[in-house]
């Protein structure tokens, strides 16, 4: 399934701009542990080549997808 993340602030009126600026910051330059992003992405490419060896998940998805559409559930 996806991944959803958010961002909460909190702040004095006064610190507005420097917390937007921080969080503008945060987003546009992540700081992610090579060796662990390398994990986590040999993990999903090994889900992702055996979803596709799995011809009853292959299946699965297409019923899914032919019985709900675009309203197709997460």
């Keep these: 399934g996806s ?3 958010s961002l909460s602030m ?4 006064e610190h507005a701009y420097k917390s937007f ?3 503008t910051d945060i987003i546009a ?3 992610f542990d090579p060796d ?3 994990k986590i992405k040999q ?3 090994s889900n992702y080549k ?10 699965g998805k ?4 032919h019985m709900w559409g675009d309203k197709l559930p997460n």
């Design 3 to 5: 991944k959803i993340g």
């Design 50 to 59: 055996q979803f596709w060896d799995n011809p009853n998940a292959i299946l």
């Design 62 to 65: 297409l019923i899914d997808e």
């Design 29 to 31: 330059n992540p700081c």
């Design 43 to 45: 993990h999903a490419l």
């Design 36 to 38: 662990n992003l390398e």
């Design 10 to 13: 909190s702040m004095l009126k």
């Design 21 to 23: 600026e921080l969080a």
